[in-house]
């Protein structure tokens, strides 16, 4: 059991670093430091932006016009911290 824990545990930092990653390269594409217009930049974004939309669209929906803010990022891993704590503090000890 705590194999698999431990594999939860990786995917969800592993996903975090995505996150990260898909946030800084949207900032870099839009204040036009990164071009889309290149292809290799074109295929990362798209595969980035295909990972994390599905998690991220919901938020979104919840969440209120906040203008050119977007905060669905910061929230997704706040909820994705406190996965990983309750999985740390409360479940993995628990497992013998």
């Known amino acids: 059991m705590r194999a698999v824990l431990d594999v939860v545990l ?6 975090t670093w995505v996150v990260i990653i898909q946030a800084v ?3 870099l594409i839009a204040f036009n430091v990164v ?3 290149n292809d ?3 295929a990362i974004a798209n595969g ?3 990972l994390t939309e599905p998690v991220l669209r919901p938020i979104r929906n919840v969440l209120p016009n ?3 803010i977007d905060v669905s990022p910061v929230i997704l ?13 409360y479940i993995y ?4």
Request: a positive charge.
């Open 66 to 68: 906040l203008g050119g």
């Open 10 to 15: 990786l995917a969800l930092q592993l996903y």
């Open 48 to 50: 980035l932006y295909q």
């Open 77 to 89: 891993l706040l909820g994705i911290f406190f996965l990983e704590n309750v999985i740390v503090r």
């Open 35 to 37: 071009n889309m217009r």
């Open 40 to 42: 290799m930049v074109r």
């Open 93 to 96: 000890p628990a497992v013998f």
């Open 25 to 27: 390269l949207s900032w």
